[in-house]
């Protein structure tokens, strides 16, 4: 490929469904001229509550998909998929640039007074040695506290942003951490975002919510970079919704919108 149609060619982005949205605009704002392909996998979600050899199984053929129609970066924007497979993904494509997304225990941890960080994300994420490696690498720093979510990606998935089922699954997930001294809530799925009000709202007191999207939008912009492959157009860039489930595409703009 020349260096001209490798600039100008898409990024893709893939999650297990409507998650990676949150990445994707992270990323699009950050790059808001390039052109983007989106896969959400949404007739096989949610990845965390699969197992190891699914996800990679999944995720290698996302990364497929989107390969086949000429992307010049891939963005795992599913913290699942990142810690079961992109080790796999890099070394089955080395001559391209795969970003991952990971829970932002980093800034989490450094920027609290040393109190506790929780860190919410699905169980097969918290179980996986990289993320495991991760918190323990920062424990020095704060007390940080894995809080596996079973069922809450695939409740955001089906539609349930704000509703009462929502905040009654939260407040009983929040309930032994209410009286713990957590200064940062760390969203370690990029489902999590789209509830970000309800996670505030049912904590029951201030916190610092953040997660991961705008460090993995900057690293994407870096490698590109490092390449020489940003696009030199000066037009808005266009986003391009794919869904293992087609009903899904709809809702996947208006997420992207929201």
């Known amino acids: 490929m020349e260096q001209r149609e490798r600039q100008d060619a898409p990024i893709g982005v893939f999650d297990s469904g409507l998650g990676g949205i949150s990445v994707l605009r992270a990323c699009a704002d950050l790059l808001p001229q390039e052109d983007f392909l989106y896969f959400g996998d949404s007739a096989n979600a949610p ?3 699969r197992s190891l050899e699914e996800v990679r199984a999944l995720s290698m053929a996302a990364a497929d ?4 129609q000429g ?3 891939l963005v795992v924007a599913c913290n699942t998929a990142t810690s079961s497979a992109i080790v796999l993904l890099r ?13 932002a225990v980093k800034p989490a941890a450094q ?3 040393g109190s506790a960080v929780l860190v919410m994300a699905t169980p097969l994420t ?7 490696k991760l918190a323990a690498s920062f424990c020095d720093l704060a007390d940080v506290i894995s809080l596996p979510c079973p069922g809450l990606a695939e409740r955001i998935e089906q539609g349930h942003f704000e509703d009462e089922t929502l905040d009654a699954y939260l407040q009983d997930l929040f309930r032994p951490y209410r009286d713990r001294d957590v200064e940062y809530i760390v969203l370690g799925c990029t489902h999590y975002p789209f509830i970000r009000r309800a996670i505030a709202k049912n904590f029951g007191r201030p916190v610092t919510i953040i997660d991961g999207s705008q460090g993995t939008a900057r690293q994407l ?4 970079q490092a390449r020489g492959w940003l696009t030199q157009r000066t037009r808005p860039g266009t986003v391009t919704f794919q869904n293992s489930d087609p009903e899904k595409i709809a809702l996947s703009k208006t997420l ?3």
């Open 126 to 132: 918290i179980r996986e040695d990289k993320y495991q």
């Open 65 to 68: 998909r989107l390969l086949k």
């Open 111 to 113: 920027g609290g007074s």
């Open 47 to 49: 990845y965390g509550e």
């Open 221 to 224: 912009r870096r490698q590109l």
């Open 71 to 73: 992307v010049k970066a």
């Open 91 to 103: 070394q089955t494509h080395p001559e391209l640039p795969i970003i991952g997304i990971e829970p």
């Open 256 to 258: 992207f919108l929201r």
